[in-house]
């Protein structure tokens, strides 16, 4: 028990996540020759990262006759939520901005890797054809990370972790303990954090779409496990129904969710930096991507 109290430490202490937004890592005061104080340092604009989920050889889940397929919908929801976020002056990091596969590991260490101080993943649901009327299943839905409590729960997390099966080389070994200790401690710091996010994000995704809110879930979802920072997983509807499919393939009308999610993301960041004592992040951020 001592040796893997020592593993423990030694792990957390080279993989310690960032616990706070980049602005209030940026408030370092400053000091002038004289020793006295001088003006806080600039704060630096909050980075979040926007993952488009699936992606090359995996096309996502079944859609309606007639219309594109989840990866290239997702790919569209994401441009335009970065660019609605951009308008706010939030620094913007994208898991993929073409038409690639990104394992699901991954997409959680660029994000990492990047500093961001929130990973959001847009999907496309799917219904599944044992229900009674699968097609007329429609509805938006925000998930955080935690284990599924309901069977719908688990049916969707099981359709979106299944995206493994398109990947070449598989980063995480399930059978190895020690990851996955690391990985629940790291992630249990942000877990209420990532609650509250998922909260405000379906009500405002919600309040642009005309069909019925499914409300906030979770679920164990791969892409999400990876990610060590207040991280979300939303399906804006049912490629399954023909009426949600119309919708969430309308530039127009993805453009109104594209708003309403950034909007949401902008009240989360806004009520965090009163929490941490920071004021409100200042400063125009960049587009950065990973292809």
Do not use: C
Not at 218 to 237: C, D, K, N, T, Y
Request: charged fraction near 25%; charge should be neutral.
């Amino acid at each position: 028990m001592m040796l893997l109290g020592v593993m423990l430490a030694a792990a957390l202490q080279s993989a310690a996540p960032q616990a706070q937004p980049a602005a209030a890592r940026e408030s370092a005061r400053s000091t002038t020759s004289a020793g006295t104080v001088a003006r806080p340092a600039k704060k630096a604009a909050p980075r979040v990262v926007i993952d488009a989920g699936h992606g090359g050889r995996d096309p996502g889940g079944p859609m309606a006759a007639g219309f594109v397929r989840e990866k290239d919908i997702a790919l569209q929801m994401a441009l335009k939520v970065g660019d609605a976020l951009r308008s706010k002056g939030v620094t913007v990091i994208f898991t993929r901005t073409k038409d690639t596969l990104i394992a699901l590991d991954d997409r959680g260490r660029l994000a990492n890797q990047a500093r961001g101080d929130l990973f959001i993943s847009i999907h496309v649901n799917a219904a599944n054809p044992h229900w009674r009327n699968p097609e007329a299943a429609r509805g938006v839905e925000t998930y955080f990370l935690a284990e599924a409590k309901t069977e719908d729960a688990r049916r969707v997390e099981e359709m979106e972790n299944e995206a493994v099966r398109f990947e070449s080389d598989t980063k995480v070994d399930a059978s190895d303990p020690l990851s996955f200790i690391l990985s629940d401690m790291m992630q249990n710091e942000h877990l209420r954090e990532s609650a509250d996010l998922a909260d405000i994000v379906q009500r405002y995704l919600a309040g642009a779409y005309p069909g019925p809110s499914r409300g906030v879930k979770q679920a164990g979802f791969r892409v999400l496990v990876s990610a060590f920072m207040p991280a979300v997983l939303v399906e804006i509807g049912f490629g399954t129904n023909a009426e949600d499919a119309s919708y969430i393939s309308n530039a127009a009308k993805q453009r109104a969710m594209a708003k309403a999610i950034a909007d949401a993301i902008g009240e989360y960041l806004e009520r965090h930096q009163r929490r941490v004592g920071g004021g409100a992040a200042g400063g125009v951020g960049s587009s950065g991507t990973h292809d």
